[in-house]
Each structure stands twice: as C-alpha cells, then as structure tokens.
C-alpha cells in the first residue's frame, strides 16, 4: 500500500508556472507507475500526465504537451509536475495517482491508490 500527499498548488497569473510535487509513503516506490490527473468544478476527472516505474516512459494528455512535464525520484519517492505557460483552462484540483506494476496509464480505473489533490487556479 503506498499514501499520497500532493503539494504546490496555488494561485498563479496566466503564463505563469507552477511545480507540483507528490510525496509517496513506503518503501515500494518503485513498484509504482505514477500519473497525475486534474478535475475542474463540474467536469470529469481527466487524464494530465503519467511516468513509468523506472522513469524512462511518460505521457501526456494532448491539452498539456510541450508546456508540463512530469518526473520523478525514486530515491526520494517523489513525482512532480512541472507546469509551464499556464492557461486559464488549466484551473482545477490536481491529483497524483500510483498504479501498483502499473505503466503510463491514461485512464483512471488503471490507478490503485490517490491523493487528497491540490488546487490550482490560473487567473487571466
């Protein structure tokens, strides 16, 4: 079993940026493939970004490719978000994801364990 906790959500200016980090529990990190999903008021929980166990594999949703990038330190047993050239569409309450021999999976049922979320609101 591993516990999430996600940090660095705020409050930032369009075209601004923002780094998002989720710090995991346990000693099976790597056992994971992690993603990160984002929910805005009203809308499905959606699909953001995911990296592979040993970090060498990712994936992004088309809506953030070239501005976010996802990584990680199994050393440290964190997953980050870098996000870049923030739109006011990006608003919405992150959530980072582990999928237990998992890999860049896109879709929420492929995930075993959440975190609470962090917000994020990107002000035009």
């Known amino acids: 079993q591993v516990q999430l906790q996600e940090s660095g959500g705020g409050l930032v200016q369009a075209g601004g940026s923002l780094r998002l980090s989720c710090a995991a529990s346990?000693?099976?990190?790597?056992?994971?493939?992690m993603g990160w999903f984002r929910q805005a008021p009203g809308h499905e929980r959606e699909f953001v970004a995911a990296?592979?166990?040993?970090?060498?594999?990712?994936r992004y949703a088309d809506s953030v490719k070239a501005r976010f990038t996802i990584s990680r330190d199994n050393n440290r047993n964190t997953v980050d978000l870098q996000m870049n050239s923030l739109k006011a569409e990006d608003t919405a309450v992150y959530y980072c994801?582990?999928?237990?021999?998992?890999?860049?999976?896109?879709?929420?049922?492929?995930?075993?364990?959440w975190g609470q979320g962090t917000p994020v609101t990107v002000s035009s």
């Open positions: 994801a582990a999928s237990y021999y998992g890999n860049t999976y896109a879709s929420k049922s492929d995930y075993d364990y």
């Open positions: 346990g000693r099976t990190f790597s056992s994971y493939a």
């Open positions: 990296i592979s166990r040993g970090g060498r594999s990712t």
